[in-house]
């Protein structure tokens, strides 16, 4: 069973920058599958980015792309979500996702249901 808790969230002015952490316990290499999704209020939960363990792909979210990045502590199993020149449009609340996905292809790692597994959440708000 794998936990996942992310921190790292809050209040940012639009052009500022955060860095949400999330922490994995009870991951197995199959387990290989790490994503971040995000839900504003009243709408559905949208893929963000998603990154292999092993750091060998990643895929954004066009609307990201070139502002957020990912990162990996293997030592301290956790992933970094590096999050640039935020706009309001940023802002909600941000989860942490791990999965097992065999196949790691922008149409495999968006739907939500691919991932077994989910953090808390965290909120992130961006002031205009």
């Known amino acids: 069973q794998v936990q996942l808790v992310e921190s790292g969230g809050g209040l940012v002015q639009a052009g500022g920058s955060l860095r949400l952490s999330c922490t994995a316990s009870?991951?197995?290499?199959?387990?290989?599958?790490m994503a971040w999704f995000r839900q504003a209020p009243g709408k559905e939960r949208e893929f963000v980015l998603a990154?292999?363990?092993?750091?060998?792909?990643?895929y954004y979210r066009d609307s990201v792309q070139g502002r957020f990045t990912s990162s990996k502590d293997y030592a301290k199993n956790t992933v970094y979500l590096q999050m640039n020149n935020l706009q309001p449009e940023d802002s909600g609340v941000y989860y942490c996702?791990?999965?097992?996905?065999?196949?790691?292809?922008?149409?495999?790692?968006?739907?939500?249901?691919?991932?077994?597994?989910w953090g808390q959440g965290t909120q992130v708000t961006v002031s205009s």
């Open positions: 009870g991951r197995t290499e199959s387990d290989n599958a």
């Open positions: 996702a791990a999965g097992r996905l065999p196949v790691f292809t922008m149409a495999t790692v968006e739907p939500a249901k691919r991932y077994a597994y």
């Open positions: 990154t292999t363990w092993n750091g060998d792909s990643t």
